[in-house]
Protein backbone atom coordinates (compact mmCIF):
# COMPACT_ATOMS: atom_id res chain seq x y z
CA UNK A 1 0.00 0.00 0.00
CA UNK A 2 1.29 3.07 -1.19
CA UNK A 3 2.22 5.46 2.01
CA UNK A 4 3.50 9.05 2.87
CA UNK A 5 6.85 9.19 3.77
CA UNK A 6 8.64 11.88 5.84
CA UNK A 7 12.56 12.79 6.32
CA UNK A 8 14.54 13.03 8.41
CA UNK A 9 12.82 11.45 11.39
CA UNK A 10 14.54 13.57 13.76
CA UNK A 11 16.02 16.82 13.27
CA UNK A 12 18.00 18.45 16.10
CA UNK A 13 18.92 22.28 15.58
CA UNK A 14 19.87 25.07 17.07
CA UNK A 15 17.66 28.17 18.13
CA UNK A 16 17.71 30.97 15.24
CA UNK A 17 18.39 28.25 12.50
CA UNK A 18 16.89 27.39 9.07
CA UNK A 19 14.90 23.83 9.04
CA UNK A 20 13.65 22.20 5.96
CA UNK A 21 11.61 19.52 6.61
CA UNK A 22 10.47 16.92 3.68
CA UNK A 23 7.81 14.70 2.97
CA UNK A 24 6.90 12.87 -0.03
CA UNK A 25 3.25 12.82 -0.45
CA UNK A 26 1.42 9.61 -1.93
CA UNK A 27 1.54 9.97 -5.71
CA UNK A 28 -1.36 11.19 -7.63
CA UNK A 29 -2.96 12.66 -4.50
CA UNK A 30 -3.77 16.23 -5.17
CA UNK A 31 -3.73 17.99 -1.64
CA UNK A 32 -1.37 18.14 1.05
CA UNK A 33 -1.23 19.30 4.75
CA UNK A 34 1.36 19.92 7.47
CA UNK A 35 0.16 19.32 11.17
CA UNK A 36 2.21 19.61 14.42
CA UNK A 37 1.97 17.44 17.38
CA UNK A 38 3.84 19.52 21.01
CA UNK A 39 4.60 16.62 23.43
CA UNK A 40 1.36 15.87 25.04
CA UNK A 41 -0.52 18.09 23.46
CA UNK A 42 -3.00 17.80 20.46
CA UNK A 43 -2.47 17.57 16.47
CA UNK A 44 -2.65 21.03 15.45
CA UNK A 45 -3.58 22.10 11.69
CA UNK A 46 -0.57 24.23 10.07
CA UNK A 47 -1.48 24.01 6.07
CA UNK A 48 -2.64 23.02 3.38
CA UNK A 49 -1.75 23.20 -0.23
CA UNK A 50 -3.70 22.73 -3.60
CA UNK A 51 -2.43 23.70 -7.40
CA UNK A 52 1.11 24.95 -6.15
CA UNK A 53 -0.70 27.76 -4.08
CA UNK A 54 -1.69 27.67 -0.08
CA UNK A 55 -5.15 26.82 0.17
CA UNK A 56 -5.56 27.38 3.79
CA UNK A 57 -3.36 28.22 6.98
CA UNK A 58 -3.69 28.12 10.93
CA UNK A 59 -3.14 30.95 12.65
CA UNK A 60 0.24 29.19 13.79
CA UNK A 61 1.40 29.51 10.90
CA UNK A 62 2.97 32.56 10.56
CA UNK A 63 5.60 34.15 8.51
CA UNK A 64 8.43 32.04 9.93
CA UNK A 65 6.40 29.58 7.98
CA UNK A 66 6.59 28.61 4.32
CA UNK A 67 5.86 25.61 1.99
CA UNK A 68 6.86 24.24 -1.42
CA UNK A 69 6.23 22.11 -3.78
CA UNK A 70 9.64 22.28 -5.84
CA UNK A 71 9.25 19.38 -7.89
CA UNK A 72 6.17 16.56 -8.89
CA UNK A 73 6.85 14.24 -5.43
CA UNK A 74 8.37 16.15 -2.76
CA UNK A 75 6.67 19.10 -0.32
CA UNK A 76 8.89 20.49 2.23
CA UNK A 77 7.88 22.92 5.26
CA UNK A 78 10.37 25.73 5.68
CA UNK A 79 10.96 27.26 9.41
CA UNK A 80 13.17 29.97 8.95
CA UNK A 81 14.50 31.02 12.39
CA UNK A 82 13.18 28.32 14.42
CA UNK A 83 12.62 28.90 18.39
CA UNK A 84 11.99 26.58 21.28
CA UNK A 85 8.61 26.23 21.10
CA UNK A 86 8.61 25.02 17.86
CA UNK A 87 9.86 21.84 19.32
CA UNK A 88 7.27 19.53 18.06
CA UNK A 89 6.39 16.19 15.75
CA UNK A 90 5.57 17.81 12.62
CA UNK A 91 2.98 15.30 10.30
CA UNK A 92 2.95 15.36 6.74
CA UNK A 93 -0.89 14.40 5.36
CA UNK A 94 -2.08 13.97 1.39
CA UNK A 95 -5.04 12.97 0.17
CA UNK A 96 -5.91 9.15 -1.45
CA UNK A 97 -9.21 8.01 -1.66
CA UNK A 98 -11.93 10.73 -1.52
CA UNK A 99 -10.97 13.35 0.65
CA UNK A 100 -9.38 10.73 3.73
CA UNK A 101 -6.30 11.90 4.83
CA UNK A 102 -3.20 9.95 5.07
CA UNK A 103 -0.60 10.72 7.19
CA UNK A 104 3.30 10.38 7.28
CA UNK A 105 5.36 9.04 10.37
CA UNK A 106 6.48 12.48 11.22
CA UNK A 107 9.86 14.44 12.00
CA UNK A 108 10.72 15.25 15.58
CA UNK A 109 11.70 18.53 15.73
CA UNK A 110 14.35 19.59 18.69
CA UNK A 111 15.56 22.88 19.16
CA UNK A 112 18.08 23.48 21.19
CA UNK B 1 -12.41 23.27 17.72
CA UNK B 2 -13.11 19.96 17.66
CA UNK B 3 -17.01 19.43 17.97
CA UNK B 4 -16.84 16.47 19.43
CA UNK B 5 -16.90 15.14 23.45
CA UNK B 6 -14.80 11.68 24.08
CA UNK B 7 -13.80 9.79 27.39
CA UNK B 8 -10.96 10.31 28.08
CA UNK B 9 -9.56 7.22 28.74
CA UNK B 10 -10.77 3.35 28.50
CA UNK B 11 -9.28 0.03 29.13
CA UNK B 12 -10.55 -3.27 26.93
CA UNK B 13 -9.84 -6.98 28.01
CA UNK B 14 -7.43 -8.28 25.02
CA UNK B 15 -9.83 -10.46 22.65
CA UNK B 16 -12.77 -8.41 23.53
CA UNK B 17 -14.69 -6.23 21.42
CA UNK B 18 -14.00 -2.45 22.53
CA UNK B 19 -16.70 0.25 22.02
CA UNK B 20 -15.51 4.16 22.04
CA UNK B 21 -18.40 6.54 22.28
CA UNK B 22 -18.48 10.11 20.79
CA UNK B 23 -20.62 12.87 21.06
CA UNK B 24 -21.12 15.18 18.30
CA UNK B 25 -24.50 16.64 19.78
CA UNK B 26 -24.33 19.76 16.82
CA UNK B 27 -23.65 18.19 13.75
CA UNK B 28 -24.26 19.75 10.60
CA UNK B 29 -25.73 17.63 7.84
CA UNK B 30 -23.13 17.86 5.41
CA UNK B 31 -20.75 16.65 7.93
CA UNK B 32 -19.27 13.49 8.20
CA UNK B 33 -18.06 11.33 11.29
CA UNK B 34 -14.40 10.25 10.89
CA UNK B 35 -12.21 8.05 13.21
CA UNK B 36 -8.24 8.39 13.87
CA UNK B 37 -6.35 6.56 16.45
CA UNK B 38 -2.42 7.54 17.08
CA UNK B 39 -0.49 4.75 18.04
CA UNK B 40 2.29 6.54 20.43
CA UNK B 41 3.79 9.28 18.33
CA UNK B 42 3.55 8.10 15.08
CA UNK B 43 1.05 9.44 12.60
CA UNK B 44 -2.97 9.72 13.02
CA UNK B 45 -3.82 6.89 11.28
CA UNK B 46 -7.46 6.44 9.16
CA UNK B 47 -9.66 3.95 10.56
CA UNK B 48 -13.26 4.89 9.05
CA UNK B 49 -15.73 7.33 8.35
CA UNK B 50 -19.71 7.40 7.53
CA UNK B 51 -22.24 9.89 7.64
CA UNK B 52 -25.41 8.42 8.46
CA UNK B 53 -25.26 4.76 7.91
CA UNK B 54 -23.43 2.16 9.67
CA UNK B 55 -19.84 1.34 8.20
CA UNK B 56 -17.51 -1.62 8.44
CA UNK B 57 -14.46 -2.43 7.01
CA UNK B 58 -11.79 -4.31 7.92
CA UNK B 59 -10.33 -2.52 10.94
CA UNK B 60 -14.10 -1.42 12.29
CA UNK B 61 -17.17 -0.71 12.46
CA UNK B 62 -19.40 2.63 12.68
CA UNK B 63 -22.21 3.06 14.14
CA UNK B 64 -24.38 6.04 14.16
CA UNK B 65 -27.15 7.14 15.88
CA UNK B 66 -30.37 7.71 13.62
CA UNK B 67 -30.67 11.38 15.03
CA UNK B 68 -26.67 11.44 13.99
CA UNK B 69 -25.60 13.17 17.41
CA UNK B 70 -23.89 10.36 18.84
CA UNK B 71 -21.69 7.33 17.22
CA UNK B 72 -19.25 4.10 18.33
CA UNK B 73 -16.22 2.75 16.99
CA UNK B 74 -16.28 -1.33 17.77
CA UNK B 75 -12.77 -2.97 17.06
CA UNK B 76 -14.05 -6.40 17.11
CA UNK B 77 -11.29 -7.84 18.74
CA UNK B 78 -9.02 -5.83 20.35
CA UNK B 79 -5.32 -6.17 20.55
CA UNK B 80 -2.43 -5.34 22.28
CA UNK B 81 -1.72 -3.43 18.88
CA UNK B 82 -4.81 -1.35 19.09
CA UNK B 83 -3.17 0.44 22.26
CA UNK B 84 -3.98 4.01 21.13
CA UNK B 85 -5.51 7.41 20.82
CA UNK B 86 -8.70 7.70 19.35
CA UNK B 87 -9.85 10.48 17.90
CA UNK B 88 -13.57 10.71 16.51
CA UNK B 89 -13.97 13.92 14.14
CA UNK B 90 -16.35 15.88 12.42
CA UNK B 91 -15.91 17.71 8.90
CA UNK B 92 -17.46 18.59 5.92
CA UNK B 93 -16.55 16.42 3.34
CA UNK B 94 -14.49 18.89 1.58
CA UNK B 95 -10.73 17.86 0.14
CA UNK B 96 -9.26 20.99 1.44
CA UNK B 97 -10.68 20.95 4.84
CA UNK B 98 -8.39 20.37 7.79
CA UNK B 99 -8.91 17.65 10.53
CA UNK B 100 -9.76 19.03 13.73
CA UNK B 101 -8.00 16.70 16.43
CA UNK B 102 -9.48 17.16 20.02
CA UNK B 103 -7.44 15.11 22.84
CA UNK B 104 -9.68 11.63 21.59
CA UNK B 105 -9.78 8.59 24.02
CA UNK B 106 -6.56 6.51 25.21
CA UNK B 107 -7.74 3.25 24.72
CA UNK B 108 -5.34 0.40 26.88
CA UNK B 109 -6.01 -3.00 25.88
CA UNK B 110 -4.84 -5.21 28.62
CA UNK B 111 -3.29 -8.64 28.04
Known amino acids: EPEVTQTPSHQVTQMGQEVILRCVPISNHLYFYWYRQILGQKVEFLVSFYNNEISEKSEIFDDQFSVERPDGSNFTLKIRSTKLEDSAMYFC??????????FGPGTRLTVL | DAKTTQPPSMDCAEGRAANLPCNHS???????VYWYRQIHSQGPQYIIH???NNETNEMASLIITEDRKSSTLILPHATLRDTAVYYCIVRVRKPGNQFYFGTGTSLTVIP
Open chain 2, 26 to 32: TISGNEY
Open chain 2, 50 to 52: GLK
Open chain 1, 93 to 102: ASIWEADTQY
